[in-house]
């Protein structure tokens, strides 16, 4: 899970390389890996391609802040 | 007050004790920041900072900034207050402007840039908070130190020495360095201070950059009055911010539509009382009606003020009171105390009342102009030191201000003003383009969207994602074109200039 979210972040967000300095529990807000608009296209990522509903109340840094997180939360919700 | 510092002096000196600013679980009183201003100052001025030299500044928003920030402030040195997400390109052209002596950068931001950017042009002295950068050739570098001091002997900049450069996007796609006195700031922030009746009991949700003119007059305006900085970056998850809201009891929440838009799209706001908000100012584009009135509903306590402003008017230029928000929907209001606003055909004559002309303003929080650069200051400085806005308005019998759009061709999204010939330029660098024509368009987040309309050499050579990457590489977050489209050919005038509001009439049919 991690690999499939983290390959999508380097799509995405890190010009297609692979920053090998970005660890899988950094934050992407306090990396500034990406931001609010970011966050929206992430979920619709993990909705399309997990089939995942995500609620208002579910996003929060806790669910979304970094690769690991996102991929627990993903985890949780398909099990 | 004498000075932009004289601002944290004058809090410390009456409010000690105070908390002057909130960031995670960081709390300073204004006794901690005044001394580790000071302990800092001392620092730089070790490294030969001095009066009026610049000192460029690539730091998120957090009780640092604000140390940062009144450093600089005591030495008389000019603050040139940067995004710090941004690419080594646009900060050669930054550098190469108004040549800092020091750049302050926090390690993750400048590891992205610090390898690539011009030697020629680059700060002589860096001060970075971690090890383990790579740094243009020949520059020194230390590590910001953690002193504090009581005192430090050091002259008050004169009233209309040089205090803070906020670069925007010119037109000409290069940026310009808006440059502010002291005497500007001061005008400024005693005028908004005084028009939202702040007081030492406030304490503000700060969740617009200090960069940003709009969020640096937070910072300012609540150390004027003592008052206290709740800075959250999380917006991008509000239900984080609404917990901070609740437990720090703010008093005041600024923001931009989109700011708004998001806690209303995407947090459970609804579910949640905030009683302690006792107002909240929305600036940088209008929230639609429909939007403010929801927003009113969700947070009953607050008293909603509508703005509006300019960096090269250091802040704000208007405002339309809670009491007259029902009464002038639509409207951005009056001048601020201190300043005067007209809405003036090209001549420089009143437009008659509901006849369309440019927003001008005078007033002492007028910029001095743009750094080193007085043709593109006389291009909205006149001989009177008005400041043409290039926004284009109607004034009511009353007086009231409605904004109804711009002289110029840019686009505002997400409050950020964008130039679209620096886009299209750097579009026309991607093998495969023939011509790229960016427009705004309506949206409900950003205020504008922008949409790259690109004509190709080879039809159905090049694919979206190539394009989408290739600004991903070169342009910071908020200057990227939302949307892609490939066209055989713009509309255009006679002499083949992009008539860009057809173009945007036909991708509006379009969608």
Not at chain 1, 39 to 47: H, M, W
Not at chain 2, 204 to 233: E, Q, R, W
Request: proline share 5%; aromatic share 8%.
């Amino acid at each position: 899970m991690q690999d499939s979210i983290r390959k999508f972040i380097i799509e995405n967000f890190l010009a297609g390389k692979d920053d090998p300095t970005f660890k899988n529990d950094d934050s992407f807000l306090d990396s500034r890996v990406i931001d609010s608009t970011g966050i929206l296209e992430l979920i619709d990522f993990i909705e399309d391609e997990h089939g995942v509903s995500v609620e208002d109340d579910e996003m929060t840094t806790e669910n979304f802040d970094s690769v690991a997180k996102v991929a627990a939360y993903v985890e949780r919700k398909i099990a | 007050m004498e000075a932009v510092w004289s601002y944290l002096e004058e809090a410390h000196r009456r409010f000690p004790e105070r908390e002057a600013v909130v960031f995670g679980d960081t709390r300073w009183t204004y006794a901690t920041l005044y001394r580790r201003s000071l302990g800092l100052a001392n620092q730089m001025s070790a490294m030969g900072v001095g009066a009026g030299d610049r000192v460029a500044l690539l730091w998120e928003n957090s009780a640092e900034y604000l140390r940062i920030y009144f450093a600089v402030q005591k030495l008389g040195a000019v603050l040139v207050g940067l995004n710090p997400v941004i690419d080594a390109r646009y900060l050669d052209k930054v550098f190469g402007d108004c040549a800092p002596k020091l750049l302050v950068a926090q390690v993750k931001f400048a590891r992205r840039f610090s390898a690539d950017l011009n030697a020629a042009t680059s700060p002589p002295a860096w001060l970075v908070d971690a090890e383990g950068l790579e740094l243009p050739a020949g520059a020194d570098c230390e590590l910001i130190e953690d002193d504090e001091l009581s005192e430090l002997e050091c002259p008050l900049p004169g009233y209309e020495d040089n205090s803070l450069i906020l670069y925007t996007s010119g037109t000409t796609g290069q940026p310009k360095g808006v440059t502010l006195s002291q005497h500007n700031l001061i005008a400024n922030t005693d005028s908004i201070a005084e028009y939202l009746e702040l007081d030492e009991t406030e304490r503000v949700m700060v969740l617009l950059p200090f960069y940003y003119s709009y969020g640096h007059s937070l910072l300012l305006t609540h150390v004027a009055v003592g008052g206290c900085l709740v800075i959250d970056n999380r917006l991008a998850f509000p239900n984080n911010v609404l917990d901070t809201m609740e437990r720090e009891r703010v008093t005041g929440l600024p923001g931009v539509a989109a700011t708004f838009t998001i806690f209303m799209t995407r947090s459970n706001l609804a579910e949640r009382s905030i009683p302690s908000l006792r107002y909240f100012t929305t600036a940088g584009g209008a929230l639609p009606p429909a939007g403010l009135k929801r927003l009113r509903g969700l947070l009953p306590t607050a008293r909603p003020i509508i703005m509006y402003g300019q960096t090269e008017g250091t802040a704000r230029l208007s405002y339309l009171p809670a009491a007259e928000v029902d009464v002038k929907p639509g409207s951005i209001g009056r001048g601020i105390p201190g300043v005067k606003l007209e809405v003036l055909d090209d001549e420089g004559r009143p437009t008659a009342p509901d006849v369309t002309g440019e927003i001008v303003a005078s007033g002492e929080n007028i910029m001095k102009g743009y750094w080193g650069d007085p043709e593109e200051t006389s291009n909205v400085l006149d001989e009177q030191r008005r400041l043409w806005t290039g926004d284009l308005a109607r004034i009511d019998r009353d007086g009231y201000i409605y904004v109804v759009g711009r002289k110029k061709d840019m686009i505002k999204s997400g409050a950020f003003r964008i130039n679209p010939k620096e886009i299209e330029d750097l579009a026309a660098e991607l093998a495969g383009v023939v011509q790229c024509a960016v427009i705004g368009v309506e949206d409900e987040l950003l205020g504008e969207k922008m949409v790259a309309c690109i004509i190709q050499e080879f039809e159905e050579r090049l694919e979206i994602k190539e394009v989408k990457m290739h600004f991903r590489k070169l342009l910071p977050h908020w200057k990227q074109p939302q949307e892609i489209l490939f066209m055989s050919d713009f509309p255009r005038t006679s002499s083949g200039k992009v008539r860009k509001h057809l173009l945007k009439e036909s991708y509006l049919a379009t969608i």
